[in-house]
Antibody, heavy 125, light 106 residues
Framework: EVQLVQSGAEVKKPGESLKISCKGSGYNFVSYWIGWVRQMPGEGLEWMGIIYPGDSDPRYSPSFQGRVTISVDKSISTAYLQWSSLKASDTATYYC??????????????????WGQGTTVIVSS | DIQMTQSPSSLSASVGDRVTITCRASQSIGTYLNWYQQKPGKAPKLLIYAASNLQSGVPSRFSGSGSGTDFTLTISSLQSDDFAIYYCQQSYGPPRTFGQGSKLEV
């Protein structure tokens, strides 16, 4: 079974750093892009960025460029999303996703067909 | 960025109703439009990809249509399990963008 399993919920203080993870299984991890989606409390879905494990080159949405870092360790089939200095506005649920890519650049895609279960991050003093 | 606008933002319906949700893109995106269903506390689930293709395992009462800038998601006969929030998403150009969501309520 193809799965993305994310790390558990986190409660942090403003200014702290954080790295959450997403482990892929049931497929050839290095051959599929992995993306991240934010959902703030009671709000909609926002695309954050994507990475190809084969070359570890992340692509960020302009709204998140410079605010987060997306990385991958293909030796353990795991993608990461990290912050160096959290803000209260980072409070959200974060999903990793696997697009069904229609090209080498993964634009267009044919849907985000595999989702992690979500990691809830709460940032509060 | 390509802006995606859904309507309505919320709607009330009953079991057995036919329901249509629309999604409009700020520029032409061909048929690179996907639809998702999200239930409370759960990850979204892909329903329709490339505007009109039913994802494997999704009931046939769900259908999608459209191209260019205007798209629709139709549920032919609402079931109790269908009350949820629905999102459209374009994959034509980076970055991917989502509609704001349409909440389907009893």
């Amino acid at each position: 079974e193809v799965q993305l399993v994310q790390s558990g919920a986190e409660v942090k203080k403003p200014g702290e750093s954080l790295k959450i993870s997403c482990k892929g299984s049931g497929y050839n991890f290095v051959s599929y892009w992995i993306g991240w989606v934010r959902q703030m409390p009671g709000e909609g879905l926002e695309w954050m960025g994507i990475i190809y494990p084969g070359d570890s080159d992340p692509r960020y949405s302009p709204s998140f460029q410079g605010r987060v870092t997306i990385s991958v360790d293909k030796s353990i089939s795991t993608a990461y999303l990290q912050w160096s200095s959290l803000k209260a506005s980072d409070t959200a649920t974060y999903y990793c996703v696997r697009p069904d890519c229609g090209s080498a650049s993964c634009y267009p895609d044919y849907g985000l067909d595999v989702w992690g279960q979500g990691t809830t991050v709460i940032v509060s003093s | 960025d390509i802006q995606m606008t859904q309507s309505p933002s919320s709607l009330s319906a009953s079991v057995g109703d036919r329901v249509t949700i629309t999604c409009r893109a700020s520029q032409s995106i061909g048929t690179y439009l996907n639809w998702y269903q999200q239930k409370p506390g759960k990850a979204p689930k892909l329903l329709i990809y490339a505007a009109s293709n039913l994802q494997s395992g999704v009931p046939s009462r769900f259908s999608g249509s459209g191209s260019g800038t205007d798209f629709t998601l139709t549920i032919s006969s609402l079931q109790s399990d269908d009350f949820a929030i629905y999102y459209c998403q374009q994959s034509y150009g980076p970055p991917r963008t989502f509609g704001q969501g349409s909440k389907l309520e009893v």
